[in-house]
């Protein structure tokens, strides 16, 4: 089944403790993208990436990390989270330059204290 | 000032009717336009994705972009309850660039 996951699905942390939320994809897709999820806000992006090694700045990348070593994972990275990192994030993967958004993962609710 | 605005609703229809989403944008480079649906508590699942003038049809969805107007709209003919959900708008930047902006989302009641 072609599929974007994400882990954990929840998870409750302390400031300042760091933490990483992974994601794969078993569609060979070359484009994956993380966003954060907020009420009134919206879905922005984080980081992107086009391919293993290419990674590029979304419109909200203040606080986070994110690697592409191989082609189906693509972690995001929070050094020293804070409670305004608290938020519900959706990895994303695409095929290329059109259909790039075609499948979010179920989410990774994230609560920061 | 928000770079793709929708309004957020509920908008509310009766079973069977045509209801219609707007979006607006304001980067006029914009070169690729979707439709995505998010039922409460789920991830957001790709409709339909535009990239040129005009109507693009996919069953009982219609895209319709005026790149003049920077503006895009979702049509869903014979609306159900199963439909009852929110409609996220998002637009990818110029070629070259793969950032994508999203709208806040209308949210679509479907009244049985």
């Known amino acids: 089944e072609a599929q974007v996951t994400q882990n954990p699905r929840y998870l409750i942390t302390v400031t300042g403790k760091k933490l990483t939320v992974t994601c794969s994809q078993n569609?060979?897709?070359?484009?994956m993208s993380w966003y954060r999820q907020d009420p009134g806000l919206g879905l922005r992006q984080i980081y992107y990436?086009?391919?293993?090694?290419?990674?590029d700045k979304g419109d909200v990348p203040e606080g986070y990390k994110v690697s592409r070593k191989e082609k189906r994972n693509f972690p995001l990275i929070l050094e020293s989270p804070s409670p305004n990192q608290t938020s519900l994030y959706f990895c994303?993967?695409?095929?290329?330059?059109?259909?790039?958004?075609?499948?979010f993962g179920q989410g990774t609710r994230l609560t920061v204290v | 000032q928000k770079e793709v605005e929708q309004n957020s609703g509920p908008l509310s229809v009766p079973e069977g009717a045509i209801a219609s989403l707007n979006c607006t944008y304001s980067?006029?480079?914009?070169?690729?336009f979707f439709w995505y649906r998010q039922y409460s508590g789920k991830s957001p699942e790709l409709i339909m994705s535009?990239?040129?003038?005009g109507d693009k049809e996919d069953g009982r969805f219609t895209a319709q972009l005026n790149k003049a107007s920077q503006h895009v709209s979702l049509l869903i003919r014979d609306s159900q309850p199963s439909d009852s959900a929110t409609y996220l708008c998002?637009?990818?930047?110029?070629?070259?660039?793969?950032?994508?902006?999203f709208g806040t989302g209308t949210r679509l009641k479907v009244l049985a």
């Open positions: 535009i990239y040129s003038n």
């Open positions: 980067d006029r480079g914009s070169q690729s």
């Open positions: 998002a637009v990818k930047g110029p070629s070259g660039t793969y950032k994508y902006i």
């Open positions: 994303a993967s695409g095929l290329g330059q059109m259909n790039t958004e075609a499948f």
């Open positions: 569609m060979n897709h070359e484009y």
């Open positions: 990436s086009m391919n293993v090694e290419v990674t």
